[in-house]
């Protein structure tokens, strides 16, 4: 008798260490991460203890503090496109400034030179002013021979000293002007050239910001995707290779069933989630009497529990995806099995999702469901697979299939394991339609 209560006690220690501690860990205020993007790390408790509206709600922050994050990237691109043609006009701007100062220093020299030609004309007009400076108008008269050629002396030393004054006057002046313009064009260059420094430390200090947003965008995708992966596996919509590995490595964990099986039997089912319908006249048309019941009992529950999630409206089973042999789901179980088989039992369905209702229409229920069944069947640690395979479906074609699904998975699990990362994995799986992450 004790020896079966420590035989007990010691599987229930090892399941809780399988669970790691998301199962079992205490709760968290979900409302803390409504609208939040936090770290992945948290991610598993958050699942664990918080309804899909929480998870839906962190998803769309991510998503948005993404979008924000490559808005705020474009926007610092054109910036530096902007700053770059600023730059471009500032270098247009000092080029021009520089040539009006080589023409304005041209222009000096002229000036300088034309100075330097009549300077013997000069000389000689300011020699003949001295001597008639120097001699008094008497003596100016007396060396004349007439009244009238003195007055003509007097009237020429008069003009010379008038346009010698005019030209002296207009030369300081236009050389005072073009100084004054020289020392003007210089000034701007300075300016200009400050400018350009100032533009090129912003452009730099730009180019560091963004290249920390590239940083940040690329850290915010490798957590968003760690983030989707854990969603995938509450999603009730569209899957992800990521999302169905995590899924189907879960399941396989919890029921010792192996994940190629797995995934050989989801291929025959439902083409890895993508097909849950081939009757288009809902489920009163494909369904006897019995499975009717049957499923009308189990979307009662599942509208009571889950309303309308994603895609799915539990509460209008008429619009609910059903298979002409009246298989619901991504597992495509059958209303009355997995009515009495699933969550009548103490299935792993109930036993790991604690306080959820058991759902065909969600990937992960459906999952740990179908590798409970293909376990309880005889395909625990691969003993009877076949066997299980037929408890599932009893068809010799459906059996076949399933066992070369099988096959080729596990042969190529057996050089990548599930890493989407492996060569052979991707060549595989981009070509499905279903996205990696």
């Known amino acids: 008798m004790h020896y079966k209560k420590l035989l007990i006690l010691f599987f229930l220690f090892i399941l809780t260490l399988s669970f790691k501690g998301t199962v079992f860990s205490a709760k968290i205020n979900c409302q803390t991460y409504k609208n939040t993007c936090p770290d992945e790390s948290l991610i598993p408790q958050i ?24 808005k705020e990237k474009k926007d610092v691109d054109l910036y530096l496109s902007n700053l770059n043609y600023e730059i471009k006009d500032i270098n247009a701007e000092i080029i021009n400034a ?21 300077k013997g004309t000069l000389s000689v007009a300011l020699r003949q002013i001295y001597e008639y400076d120097t001699n008094s108008y008497i003596e100016i008269f007396l060396g004349n021979k007439s009244l009238a050629e003195f007055s003509n002396k007097i009237a020429e030393v008069e003009d010379i000293q008038k346009r010698l004054g005019y030209s002296v006057r207009g030369v300081r002046e236009l050389k005072e002007k073009l100084e004054k313009k020289k020392a003007e064009r210089f000034k701007y260059r300075q300016v200009q050239e400050i400018s350009r420094q100032n533009l090129a430390i912003k452009r730099d200090q730009q180019q560091y910001l963004l290249s920390q ?11 968003m995707g760690k983030i989707q992966s854990y969603l995938t596996f509450w999603s009730t919509g569209d899957l992800s290779w990521s999302g169905i590995f995590t899924t189907v490595n879960t399941a396989s964990k919890l029921t010792k069933v192996r994940p190629a099986l797995l995934l050989g039997t989801l291929r025959a089912e439902s083409v890895y989630g993508n097909y849950l319908s081939s009757c288009p006249g809902g489920y009163k048309k494909c369904m006897n009497a019995t499975e009717k019941n049957y499923f009308e009992e189990i979307t009662k529950r599942l509208c009571n529990a889950y309303g309308s999630t994603g895609k799915f409206n539990y509460c209008k089973p008429e619009i609910l995806p059903v298979s002409y042999g009246a298989a619901m789901g991504f597992a495509q179980f059958i209303p009355s099995t997995w009515e009495l088989d699933i969550y009548k039992c103490q299935s792993s369905v109930k036993s790991t999702f604690p306080g959820k209702v058991p759902n065909p229409y969600m990937f992960n229920h459906a999952m740990v469901a179908m590798a409970s069944y293909l376990g309880n069947a005889g395909a625990r640690n691969s003993k009877n697979e076949r066997g299980a395979i037929r408890a599932y479906n009893k068809d010799s074609k459906y059996i076949e299939n399933v066992l070369e699904y099988t096959r080729q998975w596990q042969s190529l699990i057996d050089v990548c394991g599930l890493d989407l990362n492996c060569p052979k994995m991707r060549e595989k799986l981009e070509g499905s339609g279903i996205p990696l992450r």
Do not use: H, P, R
């Not at 699942?47 to 490559?70: F, H, R």
């Not at 040539?99 to 009549?118: E, M, P, R, V």
């Open 47 to 70: 699942k664990k203890s918080c309804g899909s509206s929480i998870l839906d709600s962190v998803y769309a922050t991510c998503a948005k503090e993404k979008s924000e994050i490559e």
């Open 98 to 118: 520089e040539s009006s100062l080589d023409d304005i220093d041209k222009a000096l020299s002229k000036i300088n030179k034309a100075l330097n030609q009549q």
């Open 213 to 223: 947003l590239k940083s940040e965008i690329k850290e915010l995708k490798a957590a």
